[in-house]
């Protein structure tokens, strides 16, 4: 199999994966009775958009994102603030917007972005 082919179909179960959860976890609730299942939600998020981003650079082979890996990352840090102002555009914030615990739960929310990135920018730097 493709390369790209195989890191493509990876992305996709991924993406697909957090779909689902994210529905089901709306629907059962899950996000108030599992105090961390927004948590695992936002690192596999961050870990979708990382090899979203990873699959682009490689497809239309854009040498100057190869030679900076880290733009993985830095994609996938302005995919998650993408998702954050999602959340307040359709108050799903959780919180009153601009107070405190609303302040809290996006930087958590990035930095657990920015951790799934992480995880696929080491994976993808020790290939």
Same mark, same amino acid.
């Given at each position: 199999?493709?390369? /790209?082919?195989k890191? +493509?179909?990876?992305?996709?179960?991924? *993406?697909?994966?957090?779909?689902?959860?994210?529905l089901y976890?709306? &629907?059962? /609730?899950?996000?108030?009775?599992?105090?961390y299942?927004?948590?695992?939600?936002?690192?596999l998020?961050?870990?979708?958009?990382?090899l979203?981003?990873? +699959?682009?650079? %490689?497809?239309? /082979?854009i040498?100057?994102?190869?030679?900076?890996?880290? +733009?993985i990352?830095?994609?996938?840090?302005v995919?998650g603030? &993408?998702?954050? *102002?999602?959340e307040?555009?359709?108050?799903?914030?959780?919180?009153?917007?601009w107070?405190?615990?609303?302040?809290?739960d996006?930087?958590k929310? *990035?930095?657990d972005?920015?951790?799934?990135?992480l995880?696929?920018?080491?994976?993808?730097? %020790?290939?």
């Amino acid at each position: 199999m493709n390369k /790209n082919l195989k890191i +493509s179909a990876i992305t996709l179960v991924i *993406l697909l994966l957090v779909l689902f959860l994210h529905l089901y976890g709306m &629907a059962e /609730n899950l996000y108030i009775k599992i105090w961390y299942y927004d948590i695992i939600l936002h690192i596999l998020g961050g870990m979708g958009i990382a090899l979203s981003v990873y +699959s682009v650079i %490689n497809i239309f /082979n854009i040498d100057f994102l190869k030679k900076r890996i880290w +733009s993985i990352v830095a994609l996938s840090f302005v995919g998650g603030l &993408a998702w954050e *102002l999602f959340e307040v555009l359709y108050s799903l914030t959780g919180s009153e917007l601009w107070s405190k615990p609303y302040y809290i739960d996006t930087i958590k929310d *990035l930095f657990d972005d920015t951790l799934g990135a992480l995880i696929i920018w080491g994976i993808v730097k %020790n290939k």
